[in-house]
Every structure is written in C-alpha cells, then in structure tokens.
C-alpha cells in the first residue's frame, strides 16, 4: 500500500511561486513514475509534470514547460512541484499521484495512476 500526502498550497498574486510537496510511503519503487495533476473548477483532471523516481526522468505538460520544475527528494520520499510565474488559470486543486506497475512513459495520463494524494488547493490572484 503506497500513501500520498500534499502539502504546500495557498494563494499568491499572479507572478508568485509556490512549491508543493507531496511525502509518500508505503512500497515505492524507483522505476515507476510519480506524477502531478491538476483539476481546475469544473474541469477534468489534467496532467502538470511527472518523473521517474529512480532515473530522475521528467516530463512536462506544455503548460508546465519553463514555469514548474518536478523533482524528489530520495532521503526523504518526497517528490515536489516547484511553481514560479504563476497565473490566474494555474488555479487548480493539485494532486501527486503514483502509477505502480506501468512501463508507460511519459505517463501523463490520470488512468495509469493508482494511487493518489487528497489534494492541495492553489489559487493564484489577478
């Protein structure tokens, strides 16, 4: 069993940073990908950035590119979500996520994930 817990959320101004942390434990394994989604008010869940926890691999939505950078902590089973120029539209509730057993990469998809965090609300003020 594999538990995600968020942290890091909050409201800034248009042009803040933030970086999420996401602390997991349980069974992780470094060849699977660990991931952040977002899912904005009344939209579905999207794809932010995800990495392959033992190689370092990254991969980011086109939204994401130039502005988050995904990266983990091994000593401490955290993977973060460091989030600079932000934007009224990056308002979102953000989840990490762990996609056990797929070979699948990059993993952007919400399906190949099996498990999840409870999620952090960002906001982000014009």
């Known amino acids: 069993q594999v538990q995600l817990v968020e942290s890091g959320g909050g409201l800034v101004q248009t042009g803040g940073s933030l970086r999420l942390s996401c602390a997991a434990s349980?069974?992780?394994?470094?060849?699977?990908?660990m991931g952040w989604f977002r899912q904005p008010p009344g939209k579905e869940r999207e794809f932010v950035a995800a990495?392959?926890?033992?190689?370092?691999?990254?991969h980011y939505a086109d939204s994401a590119e130039g502005r988050f950078t995904i990266s983990r902590d091994n000593a401490k089973n955290t993977v973060y979500l460091q989030m600079n120029s932000l934007k009224p539209e990056d308002t979102s509730v953000y989840y990490c996520?762990?996609?056990?057993?797929?070979?699948?990469?990059?993993?952007?998809?919400?399906?190949?994930?099996?498990?999840w965090g409870q999620g952090t609300q960002v906001t982000i003020s014009s």
């Open positions: 996520a762990y996609a056990a057993g797929t070979n699948r990469w990059p993993a952007n998809q919400p399906h190949l994930y099996n498990y």
């Open positions: 349980g069974r992780i394994f470094g060849r699977y990908p």
């Open positions: 990495l392959i926890w033992g190689s370092g691999f990254t």
